[in-house]
């Protein structure tokens, strides 16, 4: 919500004086001029006061850091009292000052102060304070106002003889005339599903749901949009409550909330309040969370969009379009693909197989319909790179780029779905892999090569055609000055991926693989704890993290005995390695130290006969941690250890 600008420090500490001198002042100044229930115009010196009442006591309870002899709390009371007693008769009035209203004003002030004051005594205040300001529903401030404050008051842990009664009073608003009050009522009723579906039976969703359908269709498109944001929240609640007949709740709203989601996306107003984005990552979510008795509508659905996406390639094949149409059609293909490819993951894969084919058609289409020319630009461009040089020139990306990243991440689920089955449609899309990985300073290369770690891991043996193009390429590109962050160290890992999924292939591709993983390894062999800034110990992290997949990933080859010989030579950098890396002490880093400690001891058991004090060390330490992954790790490693020295 908008915020009135805050005052200075000074002003801040001379608002807590008087207020804490005297709590009840602002309460009593107000009251005085109220009396009668007097007409207050915001402009007047009563309706400041009445402001400066509310402002009070937020200030307070936000300057407070501590809760000294529970001075912030017994402020935070006074304030809630304030709000219940008062802002319902100043409520409704058209000279508002700007956005910071005083039902605006109600929901921020109670955000702070609810949290301080316990339950028994807030949610009452909170109840009669709706209840006041719904005695008089021809003014929408005061309708708002208490749909606001309950839906401020919407916890976790609150009571169902609270929450029930205070959604049934917001539903009873679901169709207010005011475009105000129904996009808080939609936003209320995510905010309660989100935060309260503990308490709630499947036909406690009903309404919600009806509510909610009826809000994709209100003629506003922000509430539209707010509705969407309700219908992406129920879902999950949704799947897991359970009917009578033992089906998820979900089962029972599946259908209309698709139909309904879809027939948003026709609406003439899509493209306002983010509509268009909104509707399909509520479609996106509700098919992921896809109940089994609803596999054959989804089928359906995803034959809808198919079709969709086919018009829409058509459209940016034929060309012809303005900037702004251009722009309409790019959005539209991204919101459309995330949810083909999450279809792909839900559906069953002989369900899946025989429609396969024009989806991998129409993805293909996206990312071939509009590379070589984008009328955002100024001119016709030549080429994916050039494109995305232009675009992080000018310091945003392009409409393609939005689509390619929106493909790859569809392309990458599809892949895991399909497994070796992917490998007949592997070429097509291997040309535009490899254009974006190329991109070493954009984005879109990161994502390029975590689908070829993908398309790797599920062809297996068979990636071996393509051994050689992208080992060489992620090589090529691992070695340029301008790469991003996130590119290396996607590389980094698919390196891995590979050596790990083709076996002898591998081979002339092992030294440089390790030289590479091993060069970017030295940069992050440091201890995080000495560091200040939280931004590089996260880049730090990431890159470790990915150096050690990668190693890993190429120690575990299948072939890795046919080439023992020329990879001897790399254990003691490699040793090395994770000694730095053990010595910062990150749990997650542990468990992958033990891994491939246990690898390396595996492969060269002589030559790691000198390095068991230091297996042994990793070892302690990750028995010591949280994860059961490290935990089984660490035994593992152990067992490998009492083997080497017993032999």
Not at 40 to 67: H, L, N, R, W, Y
Not at 192 to 205: N, T
Not at 414 to 431: C, K, M, V
Not at 610 to 634: C, D, H, M, Q, Y
Request: charged share 25%.
């Amino acid at each position: 919500m908008p915020r009135k600008p805050r005052k200075s420090a000074a002003e801040d500490l001379e608002t807590y004086d008087r207020v804490a001198a005297d709590p009840a002042s602002g309460i009593a100044t107000l009251e005085a001029c109220l009396v009668d229930g007097l007409p207050v115009d915001s402009a007047s010196p009563e309706a400041k006061v009445g402001f400066e009442a509310i402002e009070d006591f937020t200030v307070v309870a936000e300057v407070q850091e501590e809760d000294t002899e529970g001075r912030r709390t017994f402020l935070a009371e006074h304030g809630l009292e304030v709000m219940t007693r008062i802002l319902p008769m100043l409520l409704g009035d058209p000279g508002e000052v700007g956005d910071w209203t005083l039902h605006k004003a109600a929901d921020v002030s109670l955000q702070i102060m609810l949290p301080l004051i316990s339950q028994e005594a807030a949610l009452p205040k909170v109840a009669e304070f709706a209840t006041k300001c719904l005695e008089n529903r021809d003014r929408w401030q005061n309708k708002n106002a208490a749909v606001m404050a309950l839906t401020s008051a919407f916890q976790p842990d609150q009571p169902a003889d609270f929450v029930l009664p205070a959604l049934e009073m917001i539903l009873q608003l679901a169709h207010d005339e005011h475009d105000e009050v129904r996009n808080s009522v939609l936003y209320a009723l995510g905010r309660c599903v989100e935060r309260c579906a503990q308490i709630f039976s499947p036909d406690h969703l009903d309404p919600i749901v009806a509510s909610t359908l009826s809000g994709l269709q209100d003629p506003s498109s922000r509430n539209a949009s707010t509705a969407c944001y309700a219908a992406y929240i129920l879902v999950e609640p949704a799947s897991e409550l359970r009917l009578g007949d033992g089906k998820p709740a979900l089962s029972r709203y599946f259908l209309p909330l698709c139909e309904a989601l879809v027939g948003v996306t026709s609406r003439d107003d899509v493209m306002k309040d983010m509509l268009l984005q909104s509707t399909h990552e509520a479609l996106t979510e509700i098919i992921r969370l896809t109940p089994p008795d609803c596999l054959e509508a989804v089928a359906a659905l995803g034959s809808e969009m198919v079709a969709l996406l086919h018009t829409l390639n058509g459209n940016a094949y034929t060309g012809g379009l303005t900037a702004a149409e251009w722009a309409v059609l790019r959005e539209r293909q991204c919101g459309v693909i995330p949810s083909i490819g999450e279809l792909a993951r839900v559906l069953p894969k002989e369900t899946l197989m025989p429609s396969i084919e024009p989806v991998m058609e129409q993805l293909w289409a996206a990312l071939e319909y509009g590379r070589d020319v984008d009328p955002e630009v100024d001119d016709v461009v030549n080429g994916l790179a050039e494109l995305n040089i232009r675009s992080n020139k000018e310091n945003r990306p392009s409409r393609y780029e939005d689509v390619a990243e929106s493909v790859l991440l569809a392309l990458g689920t599809i892949i895991e779905t399909l497994g070796g089955d992917y490998l007949r449609f592997a070429p097509p899309f291997n040309s535009h892999l490899m254009h974006a990985m190329k991109l070493s300073h954009g984005h879109l290369a990161a994502g390029a090569a975590g689908v070829v770690g993908d398309m790797s891991r599920a062809l297996g043996t068979k990636f071996e055609p393509f051994c050689d193009d992208f080992v060489e390429l992620a090589l090529e590109v691992l070695g340029k000055p301008d790469i991003l962050q996130e590119t290396q160290s996607s590389l980094l890992a698919t390196l891995g991926d590979i050596g790990c999924a083709t076996g002898g292939p591998f081979v002339k591709h092992f030294i440089p693989c390790i030289a590479a993983l091993l060069r970017a390894g030295t940069e992050v062999a440091v201890r995080t704890q000495d560091l200040d800034d939280l931004d590089e110990v996260d880049r730090i992290l990431d890159m470790r993290s990915s150096v050690l997949d990668g190693l890993t990933g190429i120690f575990q080859c299948s072939d890795m005995e046919d080439f023992k010989e020329i990879s001897a030579g790399t254990v003691p950098d490699v040793v090395r390695f994770l000694e730095a890396v053990s010595a910062d002490d990150i749990e997650d880093d542990t468990k992958s130290v033990a891994g491939l400690l246990g690898d390396l001891l595996g492969l060269f058991p002589d030559m790691m006969r000198p390095t068991a004090p230091f297996a042994k060390r990793v070892v302690e330490k990750g028995l010591r941690g949280v994860n059961a992954e490290t935990i089984e790790s660490s035994r593992w490693l152990q067992e490998r250890i009492k083997r080497v020295e017993s032999s």
